[in-house]
Each structure stands twice: as C-alpha cells, then as structure tokens.
C-alpha cells in the first residue's frame, strides 16, 4: 500500500464531513489500523478506501462525547475556532488557540 503525508495534525480540530461531529485529533495511522469486522461494519456506500491516513478524535455531538477513528476523507478543517467540550481534551492537552490544541509535555523514561 502507498502511504501518504497526513493532511490533519494532532491537535487540529476538525469536523465529519457527512456526520453531524466535530472534534481534536490525538492520534494519527498512515493507513487504516482498525479491525476488517469495524471496516466492513461500515455501509459499503460510505465506506472509505483504507490506503489513506485515519484519526483517533476526541469527538462530540450534541448528544455526547467519545473517541472515533475517521478516514482522512471524511474530515474537514473546523471553521468555528471553539474549543471541543470532550472531557479528556484536557488530559491530552494544554494550551487552546483557535482550532488548534497544544499537546501536554510527557514525561517518559
């Protein structure tokens, strides 16, 4: 499979171009990491190509907040420069200027 650059970066927010959800990215796969059962769950007429980056978001709707993995394809830059209400956004990062999040320094040894 050919990879490519990413598009997003990690704490872009970003929103669902189909779905009605928007949220920060966390974590960035080259190419679709998730299981063939969660690819194939998804209608085939929406199904994205799995030769393109995918993204681990903080997300939310107006009903709730979770984790979701989306394809490069279906994201699109977050116009409204809000922060994402997601309760671990806070957790992962710092500083919040418009549409972009600061990632938390990590201790590691």
Known sequence: ????LAKFAI??????????FRGVIFDVD??????????????????PRK??????????????SYVAYVSEQNL????????VGHPQAAVLFDDFQPGKYQLRPRVTH
């Open 76 to 83: 699109l830059p977050d116009e409204t420069g809000e922060p």
């Open 30 to 47: 080259p190419v679709f990491a998730n299981t063939e059962e969660w690819w194939q769950s998804i209608p085939e007429d929406v199904r």
């Open 51 to 64: 030769d393109q980056p995918f993204y681990h978001l903080l997300a939310e709707n107006d009903q709730s």
């Open 1 to 4: 499979m050919d990879t490519r």
């Open 11 to 20: 704490g872009q927010v970003v929103k669902h171009r189909l779905f009605p």
